[in-house]
């Protein structure tokens, strides 16, 4: 609809109308409408690291984490990746965490029922807690030793 006056304000007999997209007219526009929202909250970085060492130390915890030796796995074979999973005997949703130039471990385990495959540079704490098990790569490892990094404490903090 358009936001012009109906009609003139004077010389026509009928009563002053302004733009016929108002709420309270028949075919009229919404009150108050949705608007497009971000529903994004910023995390500092200190919390995301300490989130994500908590999330891994959970998994070393419960024993639910184990190391994958990636270059077993060079081409994809996923009978081969899914008689591993059989053999650690792992707790499903299993997180896989491959490095990104690993595609052939990542390309062994994405076929397999209740196992996500996901590159370390993309792994978040949701991921991660959200799965009961979780295989990590060499490489991965170090990735997300890296991200999860030592957060120093300050003066105040802990004592």
Same mark, same amino acid.
């Given at each position: 609809?358009?936001?012009?006056?109906?009609?003139?304000?004077?010389?026509?007999?009928?009563?002053?109308?302004?733009? #016929?997209?108002?709420?309270?007219?028949?075919?009229?526009? +919404?009150?108050?409408?949705?608007?497009?929202?971000?529903?994004?909250?910023? &995390?500092?970085?200190?919390?995301?690291?300490?989130?994500?060492?908590?999330? #891994?130390?959970?998994?070393?915890?419960?024993? !639910?984490?184990?190391?994958?030796?990636?270059? %077993?796995?060079?081409?994809?074979?996923?009978?081969?990746?899914?008689?591993?999973?059989?053999?650690?005997?792992?707790?499903?949703?299993?997180?896989? /965490?491959?490095?990104?130039?690993?595609?052939?471990?990542?390309?062994?385990?994405?076929?397999?029922?209740?196992?996500? +495959?996901?590159?370390? !540079?993309? &792994?978040?704490? %949701?991921?991660? /807690?959200?799965?009961? !098990? #979780?295989?990590?790569?060499?490489?991965?490892?170090?990735?997300?030793?890296?991200?999860?990094?030592?957060?120093?404490? !300050?003066?105040?903090?802990?004592?």
């Amino acid at each position: 609809m358009t936001g012009a006056k109906a009609w003139r304000q004077k010389g026509t007999g009928r009563a002053r109308v302004g733009a #016929l997209s108002v709420p309270h007219r028949r075919g009229g526009g +919404v009150a108050f409408g949705p608007k497009p929202r971000r529903h994004v909250v910023k &995390v500092n970085r200190k919390a995301r690291r300490r989130a994500l060492r908590g999330a #891994l130390s959970i998994h070393a915890e419960r024993g !639910s984490i184990a190391v994958l030796d990636a270059a %077993t796995l060079d081409e994809p074979a996923t009978k081969k990746a899914a008689e591993m999973l059989d053999k650690w005997g792992a707790k499903r949703p299993i997180l896989v /965490v491959v490095d990104a130039e690993e595609t052939g471990a990542a390309k062994s385990f994405r076929n397999i029922p209740r196992v996500s +495959v996901t590159p370390a !540079s993309g &792994v978040g704490v %949701t991921d991660i /807690v959200g799965h009961a !098990s #979780l295989l990590v790569s060499q490489k991965a490892l170090e990735i997300l030793e890296a991200r999860a990094g030592d957060v120093k404490r !300050s003066a105040g903090e802990g004592d």
